[in-house]
């Protein structure tokens, strides 16, 4: 399986998110949390559709000539939007296209944003691929890792699933 942005970010947010979401079982149309997400996505496309891209399985917000941008509406995963953006800078390399990581925050209700700058060195790549070999460990597994009741479990499409 190839991965994606999504999985990789869920290695960080919850391994047992990341099993059920990259063996199919998908509750997150219910989430208004994912519905604010893609609309802000579906926003930043309309306003920046000359740059947005597609290599192989991900999409990126914004390829400038120094950086790869990524927007998200909040800061509460920075580790995993960090390794989400250094998969993407990974890919890129990959394609012979080397730039910087940018990560913009953009805070529901509130005008400002947060900027963080992130670059692809060689101690970064080789956690990043580690991170990759368990992450297929994990979803090649029979069954999810157990769920463990967390704040985050509050907010979660598959609340319903793993503890009801
Ligand atoms: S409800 Fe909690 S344990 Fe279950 S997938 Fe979501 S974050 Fe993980």
Redesign the pocket.
């Known amino acids: 399986m190839k991965i994606n942005g999504t999985l990789i970010s869920y290695f960080f947010i ?1 391994k ?2 990341l099993w ?1 979401h990259a063996n199919r079982i998908n509750l997150e149309d219910n989430s208004e949390d994912v519905r604010i997400g893609k609309i802000l996505h579906e926003i930043n496309e309309e306003k920046s559709k000359k740059s947005e891209i597609s290599i192989d399985n991900i999409k990126i917000d914004k390829l400038t000539r120094d950086y790869l941008v990524e927007i998200k509406k909040s800061d509460s995963d920075p580790e995993a939007v960090k390794w989400q953006v250094l998969l993407y800078l990974y890919k890129l390399k990959q394609k012979g296209v080397e730039r910087k990581g940018k990560i913009e925050f953009i805070e529901k209700n509130r005008q400002d944003k947060k900027v963080h700058y992130i670059e692809l060195d060689e101690v970064n790549e080789k956690e990043l691929l580690d991170i990759l070999k368990r992450i297929e460990t994990i979803i090649n597994q029979d069954t999810p890792p157990q ?2 009741f ?1 704040n ?2 509050k907010k ?1 499409a ?2 319903e699933y ?2 009801i």
């Open positions: 919850c047992t998110k059920l769920a463990k967390e985050k479990c979660c598959y609340y793993c503890f």
